[in-house]
Nanobody
Framework: QVQLVESGGGLVQAGGSLRLSCAAS????????MGWFRQAPGKERELVAT???????INYADSAKGRFTISGDGANTVFLQMNSLKPEDTAIYYC??????????WGQGTQVTVSA
């Protein structure tokens, strides 16, 4: 099992930036991909971005392309730099980790609120 702790959320005005961090502990040797998801009120959880172990493969949701950047080693830490934030980016952001042979592990989430 992997434990994930997110940090860096907060309140920011539209057009501003935030940097989210996620630190993994536990069986990190088994992680092959880490990612960020978000869930807005009344909506389903959706993918934001993922990064493979070592950083060789990165994927972004269309809503994140050009504004968000995922980084980190994809096995112990992952970051999400969010620029040009919009009110519709308001959500709880979750870090997750994919390990071989197990369902993904999730962090507790960090609130991001973007005011107009």
């Amino acid at each position: 099992q992997v434990q994930l702790v997110e940090s860096g959320g907060g309140l920011v005005q539209a057009g501003g930036s935030l940097r989210l961090s996620c630190a993994a502990s536990g069986r990190t040797f088994s992680i092959y991909t880490m990612g960020w998801f978000r869930q807005a009120p009344g909506k389903e959880r959706e993918l934001v971005a993922t990064i493979s172990r070592g950083g060789s493969t990165i994927n972004y949701a269309d809503s994140a392309k050009g504004r968000f950047t995922i980084s980190g080693d994809g096995a112990n830490t992952v970051f999400l730099q969010m620029n040009s934030l919009k009110p519709e980016d308001t959500a709880i952001y979750y870090c997750n980790a994919y390990t071989y042979g197990n369902p993904p592990d999730w962090g507790q989430g960090t609130q991001v609120t973007v005011s107009a």
